[in-house]
């Protein structure tokens, strides 16, 4: 498994829903691939908002879900407000330890 | 609340050394893995190494196993990052992370991070 492909940019009207994709997320046989994203406003760290698949940390909005088919993760984000602009990652983790980072996708808030 | 307050950062020239460190507090330091995680100056995320919270178990991306080391001190809840033979492709901004009780499955809370650059 290697990096992760994400859009580099994709942008939505307020109330609006968008989803980011988040590709070469591949599971082999007898192993398992854990994916989390990151929200990373600008001069700030990441923050995680998703981890596990489609799991919320505690008070990350319900407007953040996240879904997975084949080898492609996404991140939609509904009812789009202003605070939402930012950059998103994608990550995916695999037993032992193998750690990727998408390129991330930054979201412009119209 | 979790913080997680990383030093030593700074530049360094190529081939050179540098020593970073995380002082932890809010949360039982001991049972959880950390992780060090960097951005570089085009923005991409790297991880880099983990270490499990016994400290018994590193790990390592392949682009520094060999060159850095992870270590943790549990009585005083700090995680180190010895960075050897530094290259330019090094210099980003190091973040400490919080990881889960088993491993870098996921990375809960950051630091605000320290720049490392490499540069002659």
């Known amino acids: 498994q290697s990096a992760l492909t994400q859009p580099a940019s994709v942008s939505g009207s307020p109330g609006q829903s968008i989803t980011i994709s988040c590709t070469g997320v591949?599971?082999?046989?007898?192993?398992?691939?854990?994916v989390s994203w990151y929200q990373q406003h600008s001069g700030k760290a990441p923050k995680l908002i998703i981890y596990?698949?489609?799991k919320r940390p505690s008070g990350v909005s319900t407007r953040f879900s996240a879904s997975k088919s084949g080898d492609t993760a996404s991140l939609t984000i509904s009812g789009l407000q202003a605070e939402d602009e930012a950059d998103y990652f994608c990550?995916?983790?695999?037993?032992?330890?193998?750690?990727?980072f998408g390129g991330g996708t930054r979201l412009t808030v119209l | 609340e979790v913080q997680l307050l990383e030093s030593g950062g700074g530049l360094v020239q190529p081939g050179g050394s540098l020593r970073l460190s995380c002082a932890a507090s809010?949360?039982?330091?001991?049972?959880?893995?950390m992780s060090w995680v960097r951005q570089t100056p085009e923005k991409r995320l790297e991880w880099v190494s983990a270490i499990s919270g016994s400290g018994n178990t590193p790990y390592y991306a392949d682009s520094v196993k060999g060159r850095f080391t992870i270590s943790r001190d549990n009585s005083e809840r700090t995680v180190y990052l010895q960075m050897h033979i530094l290259r330019a492709e090094d210099t980003a901004i190091y973040y400490c992370?919080?990881?889960?009780?088993?491993?870098?499955?996921?990375?809960?809370?950051w630091g605000q991070g320290t720049l490392v650059a490499v540069s002659s």
């Open positions: 596990e698949g489609g």
């Open positions: 992370a919080k990881s889960t009780v088993v491993g870098p499955m996921r990375f809960d809370d």
């Open positions: 591949r599971s082999d046989v007898g192993t398992y691939t854990l």
């Open positions: 809010g949360f039982t330091f001991s049972t959880y893995a």
């Open positions: 990550c995916s983790y695999a037993k032992p330890s193998t750690v990727f």
